[in-house]
Protein backbone atom coordinates (compact mmCIF):
# COMPACT_ATOMS: atom_id res chain seq x y z
CA UNK A 1 0.00 0.00 0.00
CA UNK A 2 1.30 3.60 -1.13
CA UNK A 3 0.09 6.51 1.58
CA UNK A 4 1.32 10.00 0.87
CA UNK A 5 0.31 12.07 3.87
CA UNK A 6 0.33 15.75 4.08
CA UNK A 7 2.71 16.13 0.91
CA UNK A 8 3.82 19.85 0.78
CA UNK A 9 6.05 21.04 -1.57
CA UNK A 10 7.24 24.45 -3.19
CA UNK A 11 9.28 25.35 -6.17
CA UNK A 12 11.50 28.14 -5.62
CA UNK A 13 10.79 28.91 -2.04
CA UNK A 14 11.44 32.03 -0.96
CA UNK A 15 11.85 34.23 -4.32
CA UNK A 16 9.53 36.11 -6.24
CA UNK A 17 8.70 33.37 -8.30
CA UNK A 18 7.63 30.88 -5.53
CA UNK A 19 4.97 28.33 -6.54
CA UNK A 20 3.14 26.28 -4.30
CA UNK A 21 3.00 22.95 -6.22
CA UNK A 22 1.12 20.86 -3.01
CA UNK A 23 -0.37 22.51 -0.40
CA UNK A 24 -1.63 19.27 1.94
CA UNK A 25 -1.64 16.91 -0.40
CA UNK A 26 -3.09 13.00 0.64
CA UNK A 27 -3.37 10.03 -1.26
CA UNK A 28 -4.11 5.99 -0.82
CA UNK A 29 -3.38 3.81 -3.51
CA UNK A 30 -4.34 -0.04 -2.14
CA UNK A 31 -2.14 -2.66 -3.15
CA UNK A 32 -3.71 -4.58 -7.01
CA UNK A 33 -5.19 -0.89 -7.40
CA UNK A 34 -4.50 0.32 -11.45
CA UNK A 35 -5.01 4.19 -10.89
CA UNK A 36 -5.27 6.69 -14.36
CA UNK A 37 -4.60 10.06 -13.33
CA UNK A 38 -6.40 12.88 -15.50
CA UNK A 39 -5.55 16.34 -15.27
CA UNK A 40 -4.58 19.52 -17.06
CA UNK A 41 -0.86 20.81 -17.34
CA UNK A 42 0.52 22.00 -14.61
CA UNK A 43 -1.98 20.05 -12.01
CA UNK A 44 0.73 17.99 -10.51
CA UNK A 45 0.77 14.54 -12.27
CA UNK A 46 3.85 14.15 -13.42
CA UNK A 47 5.24 16.00 -10.10
CA UNK A 48 3.25 13.17 -7.88
CA UNK A 49 5.10 10.33 -9.37
CA UNK A 50 8.40 12.60 -9.42
CA UNK A 51 7.66 12.79 -5.52
CA UNK A 52 6.75 9.26 -5.13
CA UNK A 53 10.06 7.82 -7.47
CA UNK A 54 12.42 10.29 -5.06
CA UNK A 55 13.13 12.56 -8.55
CA UNK A 56 12.02 15.79 -7.09
CA UNK A 57 12.39 15.90 -3.07
CA UNK A 58 9.22 17.12 -0.91
CA UNK A 59 9.28 19.80 1.67
CA UNK A 60 7.27 18.13 4.67
CA UNK A 61 4.66 15.24 4.63
CA UNK A 62 5.67 11.28 4.12
CA UNK A 63 5.75 8.75 1.74
CA UNK A 64 4.27 5.43 2.92
CA UNK A 65 5.33 2.28 1.36
CA UNK A 66 3.65 -0.63 3.39
CA UNK A 67 4.22 1.38 5.98
CA UNK A 68 7.36 2.30 5.76
CA UNK A 69 8.47 6.26 5.16
CA UNK A 70 10.77 6.47 2.11
CA UNK A 71 10.65 10.23 2.13
CA UNK A 72 14.07 11.40 1.84
CA UNK A 73 15.41 8.11 0.61
CA UNK A 74 17.48 8.45 -2.59
CA UNK A 75 15.93 7.86 -5.76
CA UNK A 76 18.05 5.22 -6.94
CA UNK A 77 16.72 3.30 -3.23
CA UNK A 78 13.38 3.56 -4.01
CA UNK A 79 13.86 2.52 -7.77
CA UNK A 80 14.36 -0.81 -6.57
CA UNK A 81 10.92 -1.24 -5.81
CA UNK A 82 9.73 0.31 -8.11
CA UNK A 83 9.24 0.06 -12.18
CA UNK A 84 8.64 2.88 -13.99
CA UNK A 85 8.28 3.79 -17.91
CA UNK A 86 8.37 7.22 -19.28
CA UNK A 87 6.55 9.57 -21.32
CA UNK A 88 10.17 9.65 -24.06
CA UNK A 89 10.60 5.96 -25.46
CA UNK A 90 14.80 6.89 -25.08
CA UNK A 91 13.82 7.25 -21.32
CA UNK A 92 13.18 3.59 -20.47
CA UNK A 93 16.16 1.85 -22.94
CA UNK A 94 19.82 2.03 -23.58
CA UNK A 95 19.95 3.52 -26.86
CA UNK A 96 23.44 1.91 -27.66
CA UNK A 97 22.92 -1.18 -26.42
CA UNK A 98 21.24 -4.43 -27.94
CA UNK A 99 17.68 -5.86 -27.17
CA UNK A 100 19.15 -8.59 -25.64
CA UNK A 101 22.17 -6.63 -23.74
CA UNK A 102 18.98 -4.38 -22.21
CA UNK A 103 16.57 -7.23 -21.28
CA UNK A 104 19.76 -8.81 -19.39
CA UNK A 105 20.34 -5.73 -16.56
CA UNK A 106 16.58 -5.38 -16.53
CA UNK A 107 16.50 -8.84 -14.73
CA UNK A 108 19.59 -8.39 -12.61
CA UNK A 109 17.90 -5.54 -11.05
CA UNK A 110 18.08 -5.56 -7.56
CA UNK A 111 21.41 -7.68 -8.00
CA UNK A 112 24.20 -6.72 -7.58
CA UNK A 113 26.31 -5.73 -11.03
CA UNK A 114 29.63 -7.12 -10.72
CA UNK A 115 32.42 -9.52 -13.00
CA UNK A 116 30.07 -12.07 -13.79
CA UNK A 117 28.69 -12.07 -17.55
CA UNK A 118 26.52 -9.14 -18.51
CA UNK A 119 24.53 -11.82 -20.94
CA UNK A 120 23.25 -14.96 -19.48
CA UNK A 121 23.08 -17.12 -22.36
CA UNK A 122 20.78 -19.57 -20.92
CA UNK A 123 18.47 -17.25 -20.08
CA UNK A 124 18.03 -15.91 -23.78
CA UNK A 125 15.39 -18.14 -25.00
CA UNK A 126 13.26 -16.59 -22.15
CA UNK A 127 13.95 -13.57 -23.36
CA UNK A 128 12.93 -14.14 -26.90
CA UNK A 129 9.27 -16.15 -25.56
CA UNK A 130 8.63 -12.45 -23.77
CA UNK A 131 9.54 -10.63 -27.17
CA UNK A 132 7.44 -12.94 -29.50
CA UNK A 133 4.34 -12.39 -26.51
CA UNK A 134 4.68 -8.47 -27.48
CA UNK A 135 3.94 -9.21 -31.93
CA UNK A 136 6.14 -7.01 -33.08
CA UNK A 137 8.68 -9.00 -34.32
CA UNK A 138 11.49 -7.92 -31.92
CA UNK A 139 12.23 -11.49 -31.00
CA UNK A 140 14.39 -11.86 -34.44
CA UNK A 141 15.94 -8.64 -33.41
CA UNK A 142 17.98 -9.74 -29.98
CA UNK A 143 21.24 -8.28 -31.31
CA UNK A 144 20.17 -5.19 -32.32
CA UNK A 145 20.85 -1.90 -30.65
CA UNK A 146 17.43 -0.52 -29.26
CA UNK A 147 18.38 2.74 -30.75
CA UNK A 148 17.23 2.14 -33.82
CA UNK A 149 13.92 0.68 -33.08
CA UNK A 150 11.13 2.55 -33.91
CA UNK A 151 9.18 4.91 -30.55
CA UNK A 152 6.22 2.51 -29.87
CA UNK A 153 8.41 -0.67 -30.13
CA UNK A 154 11.60 0.96 -27.55
CA UNK A 155 8.19 1.65 -25.03
CA UNK A 156 7.21 -2.38 -25.62
CA UNK A 157 10.64 -2.92 -25.07
CA UNK A 158 11.10 -0.53 -21.91
CA UNK A 159 7.60 -2.01 -20.56
CA UNK A 160 9.01 -5.40 -20.47
CA UNK A 161 12.45 -4.06 -18.88
CA UNK A 162 10.25 -2.27 -16.15
CA UNK A 163 7.98 -5.48 -15.44
CA UNK A 164 10.62 -7.99 -15.57
CA UNK A 165 12.03 -7.98 -11.69
CA UNK A 166 9.04 -8.34 -9.24
CA UNK A 167 8.22 -4.56 -8.33
CA UNK A 168 5.66 -3.44 -5.98
CA UNK A 169 4.53 -0.57 -8.30
CA UNK A 170 4.28 -0.08 -11.33
CA UNK A 171 4.31 3.99 -12.58
CA UNK A 172 3.16 4.63 -15.96
CA UNK A 173 4.33 8.51 -17.04
CA UNK A 174 2.09 9.51 -20.05
CA UNK A 175 3.80 6.32 -21.65
CA UNK A 176 1.73 6.34 -24.73
CA UNK A 177 1.91 10.37 -25.04
CA UNK A 178 4.58 9.99 -27.93
CA UNK A 179 3.52 7.31 -29.94
CA UNK A 180 1.16 7.46 -33.17
CA UNK A 181 -2.42 6.62 -32.20
CA UNK A 182 -2.09 3.16 -33.30
CA UNK A 183 1.04 2.47 -31.59
CA UNK A 184 -0.46 4.15 -28.35
CA UNK A 185 -3.34 1.15 -28.54
CA UNK A 186 -1.19 -1.68 -28.88
CA UNK A 187 1.34 -0.46 -25.96
CA UNK A 188 -2.13 0.27 -23.56
CA UNK A 189 -3.25 -3.08 -24.39
CA UNK A 190 -0.10 -4.45 -23.58
CA UNK A 191 0.17 -2.67 -20.59
CA UNK A 192 -3.52 -3.83 -19.41
CA UNK A 193 -1.91 -7.36 -20.11
CA UNK A 194 0.84 -6.63 -18.42
CA UNK A 195 -0.82 -5.10 -15.05
CA UNK A 196 -3.19 -8.17 -15.19
CA UNK A 197 -1.15 -10.98 -15.41
CA UNK A 198 1.88 -9.20 -12.90
CA UNK A 199 -1.04 -7.92 -10.65
CA UNK A 200 0.88 -5.18 -9.66
CA UNK A 201 -0.08 -1.99 -8.57
CA UNK A 202 0.02 0.63 -10.95
CA UNK A 203 -0.30 4.42 -11.27
CA UNK A 204 -1.03 5.94 -15.13
CA UNK A 205 -0.62 9.15 -15.65
CA UNK A 206 -2.54 10.14 -18.87
CA UNK A 207 -3.55 12.75 -21.24
CA UNK A 208 -5.85 10.64 -23.27
CA UNK A 209 -9.39 10.80 -21.41
CA UNK A 210 -10.50 7.44 -23.37
CA UNK A 211 -7.85 5.39 -21.63
CA UNK A 212 -8.87 6.79 -18.15
CA UNK A 213 -11.55 5.40 -18.35
CA UNK A 214 -11.04 2.65 -20.18
CA UNK A 215 -8.45 0.96 -18.01
CA UNK A 216 -7.87 0.84 -14.33
CA UNK A 217 -10.17 0.13 -11.70
CA UNK A 218 -9.69 3.63 -10.11
CA UNK A 219 -9.87 6.82 -12.28
CA UNK A 220 -8.20 10.46 -10.34
CA UNK A 221 -8.55 13.81 -11.70
CA UNK A 222 -6.41 16.41 -10.49
CA UNK A 223 -6.35 20.13 -10.35
CA UNK A 224 -3.91 22.69 -9.03
CA UNK A 225 -2.03 19.84 -6.76
CA UNK A 226 -5.36 18.60 -5.35
CA UNK A 227 -7.23 15.18 -6.23
CA UNK A 228 -11.06 16.92 -7.44
CA UNK A 229 -12.07 13.90 -8.68
CA UNK A 230 -11.69 9.96 -7.14
CA UNK A 231 -14.04 7.17 -8.44
CA UNK A 232 -13.32 4.05 -7.61
CA UNK A 233 -15.04 0.26 -7.66
CA UNK A 234 -17.89 0.12 -9.71
CA UNK A 235 -18.50 3.91 -9.87
CA UNK A 236 -15.66 3.76 -11.69
CA UNK A 237 -17.46 1.22 -14.29
CA UNK A 238 -20.16 3.70 -14.61
CA UNK A 239 -18.28 6.77 -15.80
CA UNK A 240 -18.52 7.59 -19.27
CA UNK A 241 -15.77 9.86 -21.43
CA UNK A 242 -18.35 12.64 -21.96
CA UNK A 243 -18.62 13.26 -18.36
CA UNK A 244 -15.10 13.37 -17.43
CA UNK A 245 -14.79 15.21 -20.35
CA UNK A 246 -17.27 17.82 -19.28
CA UNK A 247 -15.33 18.34 -16.01
CA UNK A 248 -12.42 18.42 -17.62
CA UNK A 249 -13.28 21.42 -19.53
CA UNK A 250 -14.32 22.86 -16.70
CA UNK A 251 -11.34 23.37 -15.09
CA UNK A 252 -9.43 24.38 -18.37
CA UNK A 253 -11.96 27.31 -18.74
CA UNK A 254 -10.76 28.35 -15.10
CA UNK A 255 -7.23 28.36 -16.08
CA UNK A 256 -7.62 29.77 -19.08
CA UNK A 257 -7.01 27.39 -21.45
CA UNK B 1 63.07 2.55 -41.02
CA UNK B 2 63.25 3.78 -37.42
CA UNK B 3 60.45 7.00 -38.20
CA UNK B 4 58.65 3.49 -38.71
CA UNK B 5 59.65 1.85 -35.65
CA UNK B 6 58.76 5.04 -33.51
CA UNK B 7 55.27 5.34 -34.78
CA UNK B 8 54.67 1.17 -33.70
CA UNK B 9 55.82 2.24 -30.15
CA UNK B 10 54.44 5.85 -29.32
CA UNK B 11 51.41 4.57 -31.18
CA UNK B 12 51.07 1.78 -29.11
CA UNK B 13 51.62 2.81 -25.66
CA UNK B 14 49.33 6.21 -26.14
CA UNK B 15 46.76 3.44 -27.58
CA UNK B 16 46.60 2.63 -23.90
CA UNK B 17 45.94 6.02 -22.82
CA UNK B 18 43.34 6.48 -25.98
CA UNK B 19 41.38 3.36 -24.15
CA UNK B 20 41.04 5.21 -21.41
CA UNK B 21 39.47 8.23 -23.16
CA UNK B 22 37.23 5.75 -24.99
CA UNK B 23 35.98 5.26 -21.69
CA UNK B 24 35.31 8.44 -19.94
CA UNK B 25 34.55 10.30 -23.39
CA UNK B 26 32.38 7.94 -25.56
CA UNK B 27 31.32 5.76 -23.22
CA UNK B 28 30.55 8.15 -19.70
CA UNK B 29 30.39 11.20 -22.04
CA UNK B 30 32.73 12.64 -19.87
CA UNK B 31 35.34 15.54 -21.03
CA UNK B 32 38.10 13.97 -18.72
CA UNK B 33 40.58 17.03 -18.50
CA UNK B 34 42.77 14.94 -15.60
CA UNK B 35 44.53 12.69 -18.28
CA UNK B 36 46.96 15.89 -18.87
CA UNK B 37 47.83 15.09 -15.54
CA UNK B 38 47.71 11.78 -14.76
CA UNK B 39 49.18 10.64 -17.45
CA UNK B 40 52.77 12.45 -16.16
CA UNK B 41 51.92 10.91 -12.67
CA UNK B 42 52.48 7.59 -14.23
CA UNK B 43 55.53 8.45 -15.60
CA UNK B 44 56.52 9.94 -12.64
CA UNK B 45 56.03 7.77 -10.33
CA UNK B 46 57.56 5.04 -12.63
CA UNK B 47 60.67 7.24 -12.76
CA UNK B 48 61.45 7.85 -9.43
CA UNK B 49 60.32 4.22 -8.68
CA UNK B 50 63.16 3.18 -11.24
CA UNK B 51 66.07 5.62 -10.13
CA UNK B 52 65.21 3.38 -6.43
CA UNK B 53 66.44 0.33 -8.53
CA UNK B 54 62.35 -1.09 -8.16
CA UNK B 55 61.98 -4.15 -10.53
CA UNK B 56 60.87 -1.93 -13.70
CA UNK B 57 57.42 -4.23 -14.32
CA UNK B 58 55.84 -3.61 -10.62
CA UNK B 59 55.74 0.15 -11.80
CA UNK B 60 53.12 -0.72 -14.00
CA UNK B 61 50.17 -1.57 -11.29
CA UNK B 62 51.59 1.00 -9.26
CA UNK B 63 51.07 3.98 -11.62
CA UNK B 64 47.78 2.36 -13.18
CA UNK B 65 46.58 2.15 -8.69
CA UNK B 66 47.88 5.85 -8.76
CA UNK B 67 46.07 7.08 -11.95
CA UNK B 68 42.85 5.47 -10.99
CA UNK B 69 43.02 6.86 -7.38
CA UNK B 70 43.58 10.25 -9.42
CA UNK B 71 40.51 9.40 -11.77
CA UNK B 72 38.67 8.71 -8.24
CA UNK B 73 39.30 11.95 -6.51
CA UNK B 74 37.95 13.92 -9.94
CA UNK B 75 34.83 11.78 -9.70
CA UNK B 76 34.54 12.41 -6.15
CA UNK B 77 35.16 16.29 -6.98
CA UNK B 78 32.02 15.83 -9.51
CA UNK B 79 29.38 13.48 -8.34
CA UNK B 80 29.65 14.52 -4.78
CA UNK B 81 30.70 18.33 -4.86
CA UNK B 82 28.75 19.01 -7.82
CA UNK B 83 31.49 20.29 -9.34
CA UNK B 84 30.92 20.47 -13.35
CA UNK B 85 32.44 17.77 -15.49
CA UNK B 86 35.21 19.52 -17.36
CA UNK B 87 35.83 22.03 -13.98
CA UNK B 88 36.85 18.80 -11.73
CA UNK B 89 39.48 17.57 -14.75
CA UNK B 90 41.15 20.87 -14.32
CA UNK B 91 41.25 21.11 -10.73
CA UNK B 92 42.71 17.65 -10.53
CA UNK B 93 45.00 18.36 -13.87
CA UNK B 94 46.30 21.62 -12.13
CA UNK B 95 46.85 19.67 -8.69
CA UNK B 96 48.35 16.77 -10.25
CA UNK B 97 51.20 19.33 -11.61
CA UNK B 98 52.56 20.31 -8.34
CA UNK B 99 52.18 16.39 -7.23
CA UNK B 100 54.27 14.93 -10.23
CA UNK B 101 57.07 17.47 -9.27
CA UNK B 102 57.23 16.60 -5.57
CA UNK B 103 56.81 12.68 -6.62
CA UNK B 104 60.13 13.04 -9.09
CA UNK B 105 61.63 15.56 -7.01
CA UNK B 106 62.42 17.78 -10.09
CA UNK B 107 61.36 19.03 -13.59
CA UNK B 108 63.40 16.21 -15.48
CA UNK B 109 64.26 13.16 -14.25
CA UNK B 110 66.33 10.38 -16.53
CA UNK B 111 66.63 7.34 -16.14
CA UNK B 112 69.12 6.23 -19.16
CA UNK B 113 71.07 3.20 -18.49
CA UNK B 114 68.69 2.02 -16.35
CA UNK B 115 66.57 -1.65 -16.35
CA UNK B 116 62.99 -1.08 -17.60
CA UNK B 117 59.70 -3.21 -19.38
CA UNK B 118 61.44 -2.56 -22.84
CA UNK B 119 65.16 -3.27 -22.11
CA UNK B 120 65.95 -6.06 -18.61
CA UNK B 121 67.34 -9.69 -18.51
CA UNK B 122 63.79 -11.40 -18.79
CA UNK B 123 62.85 -9.36 -21.99
CA UNK B 124 66.71 -9.94 -23.81
CA UNK B 125 65.86 -13.54 -22.79
CA UNK B 126 62.90 -14.08 -24.46
CA UNK B 127 63.73 -11.97 -27.42
CA UNK B 128 66.40 -13.02 -30.13
CA UNK B 129 69.29 -11.16 -30.78
CA UNK B 130 68.08 -10.50 -33.97
CA UNK B 131 65.21 -8.60 -33.24
CA UNK B 132 66.69 -6.20 -30.96
CA UNK B 133 65.75 -3.84 -32.26
CA UNK B 134 62.06 -4.63 -32.38
CA UNK B 135 61.95 -5.52 -28.47
CA UNK B 136 60.07 -1.85 -27.48
CA UNK B 137 57.53 -2.78 -30.50
CA UNK B 138 56.87 -6.51 -29.29
CA UNK B 139 56.45 -5.10 -25.25
CA UNK B 140 54.26 -2.50 -25.93
CA UNK B 141 52.36 -4.93 -28.56
CA UNK B 142 51.65 -7.31 -25.83
CA UNK B 143 51.58 -5.07 -22.72
CA UNK B 144 48.69 -2.91 -25.29
CA UNK B 145 46.87 -5.91 -26.14
CA UNK B 146 46.28 -7.36 -22.84
CA UNK B 147 44.69 -4.13 -21.63
CA UNK B 148 42.72 -3.86 -24.58
CA UNK B 149 41.40 -7.98 -24.20
CA UNK B 150 40.74 -6.83 -20.35
CA UNK B 151 38.66 -4.15 -20.84
CA UNK B 152 37.18 -5.76 -23.52
CA UNK B 153 36.18 -8.73 -20.94
CA UNK B 154 35.00 -5.89 -18.65
CA UNK B 155 32.65 -4.20 -20.78
CA UNK B 156 30.75 -7.62 -21.52
CA UNK B 157 30.45 -8.21 -17.47
CA UNK B 158 26.94 -6.76 -15.67
CA UNK B 159 28.97 -4.00 -13.79
CA UNK B 160 30.48 -2.88 -17.64
CA UNK B 161 27.08 -2.89 -18.65
CA UNK B 162 26.16 -0.29 -16.30
CA UNK B 163 29.21 1.69 -17.41
CA UNK B 164 28.05 1.44 -20.84
CA UNK B 165 24.50 2.47 -19.45
CA UNK B 166 25.41 5.28 -17.35
CA UNK B 167 26.76 7.27 -20.38
CA UNK B 168 24.03 6.13 -22.97
CA UNK B 169 21.13 6.94 -20.36
CA UNK B 170 21.48 7.75 -16.84
CA UNK B 171 18.01 7.19 -15.94
CA UNK B 172 18.05 4.30 -16.80
CA UNK B 173 20.62 3.38 -14.05
CA UNK B 174 18.56 5.27 -11.50
CA UNK B 175 15.59 2.84 -12.42
CA UNK B 176 17.87 -0.09 -11.96
CA UNK B 177 18.44 0.74 -8.38
CA UNK B 178 22.07 1.77 -8.95
CA UNK B 179 23.74 4.97 -7.59
CA UNK B 180 24.77 6.59 -10.72
CA UNK B 181 27.82 8.63 -9.26
CA UNK B 182 29.56 5.89 -8.07
CA UNK B 183 29.81 4.35 -11.57
CA UNK B 184 30.85 7.10 -13.07
CA UNK B 185 33.47 7.59 -10.35
CA UNK B 186 34.53 3.69 -11.29
CA UNK B 187 34.64 5.05 -15.02
CA UNK B 188 36.89 7.43 -14.27
CA UNK B 189 39.01 6.08 -12.03
CA UNK B 190 39.73 3.26 -14.89
CA UNK B 191 40.29 5.93 -17.71
CA UNK B 192 43.21 7.31 -15.28
CA UNK B 193 44.34 4.00 -14.47
CA UNK B 194 45.05 3.45 -17.97
CA UNK B 195 46.24 7.17 -18.70
CA UNK B 196 48.52 6.37 -15.77
CA UNK B 197 49.41 3.17 -17.00
CA UNK B 198 50.59 4.91 -20.40
CA UNK B 199 52.56 7.40 -18.82
CA UNK B 200 54.79 4.83 -17.15
CA UNK B 201 55.23 3.25 -20.31
CA UNK B 202 55.90 6.26 -22.37
CA UNK B 203 58.48 7.22 -19.63
CA UNK B 204 59.85 4.04 -20.05
CA UNK B 205 60.25 3.75 -23.54
CA UNK B 206 61.50 7.85 -23.23
CA UNK B 207 63.74 6.83 -20.90
CA UNK B 208 63.09 10.19 -18.88
CA UNK B 209 60.33 12.22 -16.83
CA UNK B 210 59.57 15.88 -17.70
CA UNK B 211 57.17 17.57 -15.82
CA UNK B 212 55.38 18.95 -19.01
CA UNK B 213 54.79 15.61 -20.99
CA UNK B 214 51.48 15.35 -20.08
CA UNK B 215 50.47 18.49 -21.56
CA UNK B 216 48.13 18.00 -24.59
CA UNK B 217 47.49 14.40 -24.31
CA UNK B 218 43.63 14.66 -23.53
CA UNK B 219 43.78 16.03 -27.25
CA UNK B 220 45.94 13.51 -28.48
CA UNK B 221 43.72 10.65 -27.19
CA UNK B 222 40.84 12.54 -28.08
CA UNK B 223 41.97 12.65 -31.86
CA UNK B 224 42.83 8.75 -31.34
CA UNK B 225 39.61 7.76 -29.99
CA UNK B 226 38.08 9.89 -32.65
CA UNK B 227 39.79 8.84 -35.73
CA UNK B 228 39.47 5.03 -34.48
CA UNK B 229 36.00 4.89 -33.93
CA UNK B 230 34.98 7.37 -37.04
CA UNK B 231 37.29 5.49 -39.77
CA UNK B 232 36.24 2.58 -38.79
CA UNK B 233 32.17 2.66 -37.80
CA UNK B 234 31.30 0.31 -40.84
CA UNK B 235 34.09 -2.39 -39.66
CA UNK B 236 31.79 -4.83 -38.20
CA UNK B 237 34.53 -7.53 -37.47
CA UNK B 238 36.83 -5.01 -35.32
CA UNK B 239 35.67 -4.29 -32.12
CA UNK B 240 35.66 -0.45 -31.03
CA UNK B 241 38.63 -1.37 -28.79
CA UNK B 242 40.73 -2.18 -31.26
CA UNK B 243 39.16 0.39 -33.72
CA UNK B 244 41.14 2.64 -30.51
CA UNK B 245 44.27 1.15 -30.94
CA UNK B 246 44.72 1.44 -34.36
CA UNK B 247 43.15 5.21 -34.25
CA UNK B 248 46.17 5.87 -32.67
CA UNK B 249 48.64 4.86 -34.84
CA UNK B 250 47.47 6.62 -38.02
CA UNK B 251 47.45 9.65 -35.24
CA UNK B 252 51.49 9.23 -34.63
CA UNK B 253 51.10 8.38 -38.25
CA UNK B 254 50.25 11.63 -39.15
CA UNK B 255 52.46 13.43 -36.97
CA UNK B 256 55.27 11.52 -38.14
CA UNK B 257 54.39 12.59 -41.63
CA UNK B 258 53.90 16.00 -40.68
CA UNK B 259 57.25 17.01 -39.77
CA UNK B 260 58.91 14.79 -41.83
CA UNK B 261 57.71 17.08 -44.80
CA UNK B 262 59.70 19.72 -42.77
CA UNK B 263 57.73 20.97 -39.83
CA UNK B 264 60.27 21.43 -36.57
CA UNK B 265 59.31 18.84 -33.73
CA UNK B 266 58.35 22.87 -31.82
CA UNK B 267 55.61 23.22 -34.48
CA UNK B 268 54.29 19.55 -32.77
CA UNK B 269 51.33 21.52 -30.94
CA UNK B 270 50.16 22.95 -33.54
CA UNK B 271 50.43 20.42 -35.79
CA UNK B 272 48.51 17.83 -32.83
CA UNK B 273 45.58 21.24 -32.94
CA UNK B 274 45.45 21.63 -36.60
CA UNK B 275 44.83 17.78 -36.88
CA UNK B 276 42.60 17.40 -34.54
CA UNK B 277 40.02 20.47 -35.89
CA UNK B 278 40.79 18.12 -39.36
CA UNK B 279 39.20 15.18 -37.11
CA UNK B 280 36.66 16.89 -35.74
CA UNK B 281 35.28 18.66 -38.53
CA UNK B 282 35.79 15.19 -41.19
CA UNK B 283 34.35 13.05 -38.11
CA UNK B 284 31.29 15.27 -37.50
CA UNK B 285 30.33 15.78 -41.40
CA UNK B 286 30.19 11.81 -41.47
CA UNK B 287 27.48 11.49 -38.51
CA UNK B 288 25.35 13.89 -39.93
CA UNK B 289 25.47 12.28 -43.49
CA UNK B 290 24.41 8.94 -41.38
CA UNK B 291 21.64 10.96 -39.77
CA UNK B 292 19.71 12.38 -42.93
CA UNK B 293 19.75 8.80 -44.56
CA UNK B 294 17.37 7.31 -41.05
Redo the contacts between chains.
Keep these: MLELQHIHKFFNPGSVNEICLFDDFNLTVKDGEFVSVVGSNGSGKTSMLNIICGSIDIDHGQILIDGKDYAGKKDFVRSRQIGRVFQDPSKGTCPQMTILENMSIAENKGKPFNLTRGVNKAHIDYYREMLAHLNLGLEDKMHTPVGALSGGQRQAVALLMATMTPIDFLILDEHTAALDPKTAEIIMQLTDQVVREKKVTTIMVTHNLRYAVEYGSRLLMMHEGKVILDKAGEEKKNVDTEEIMKIFNQISVECGN | MSLVLSVFEQGLIYAIMALGLYITYKILDFPDMTVDGSFPLGAAITAMLITKGWNPFLTLPISFAAGAVAGMLTGLIHVKLRVRDLLSGIIMMTALYTVNLRIAGKANLPIYNMENIFDNKLVNAIIPESLSQFKTVIVAFVITMIVKYILDW?L???????L??VG??E??????????GWIKILGLALGDGFAALSGCMFAQQQRYFDVTMGTGTVVIGLASVIIGTTVFKKVTFLRVTSSVVIGSLIYKACVAVAIRMGMQSTDLKLITAVLFLLILVVGTERKKKVKSTC
Design positions: YSTKSGFMRADNTIVTSLGVDK
